[in-house]
């Protein structure tokens, strides 16, 4: 009786170990190059652009002097992988969430930079 249950989860196990490289590991893998292709966050003139889609494209626009905090998202594996998302509350109560972006403290600190100048 020992000896069936043991290689029954031993069977079980490798089910599992196959199914996390068939499907979980690829879905994990196009899923961020699907984002990484189809969400954009860059520093325009005296705003912030947010563009996101493929087939249906989607641009936000925040002007920088409308920014009033900008909050970092990272989790353990974000800050190991170096990437996550920023917050921008804005005047009005506006909260904008960006995409998962690559070097997140390294955006803010530029936006940081820009916003210094336009504040004085």
Not at 9 to 35: D, H, M, N, T
Not at 45 to 74: D, M, P, W, Y
Not at 87 to 97: A, E
Request: one cysteine or more.
């Amino acid at each position: 009786m020992g000896l069936v249950a043991i290689v029954f989860i031993a069977v079980k196990l490798q089910l599992i170990a196959i199914l996390w490289l068939i499907i979980i590991i690829p879905y994990i893998i196009v899923r961020a190059c699907l984002i990484g292709i189809t969400h954009k966050v860059a520093i325009v003139g005296n705003a912030v652009e947010l563009r996101n889609g493929f087939f249906n494209k989607a641009t936000t626009n925040i002007r920088l002097r409308n920014i009033e905090s900008v909050e970092l998202h990272q989790g353990f594996l974000g800050r190991l992988l170096d990437y996550g998302a920023l917050k921008f509350n804005g005047t009005g109560g506006d909260k904008n969430i960006t995409p998962v972006i690559k070097n997140p403290e390294r955006f803010k600190n530029t936006l940081r930079e820009h916003l210094d100048k336009i504040q004085g």
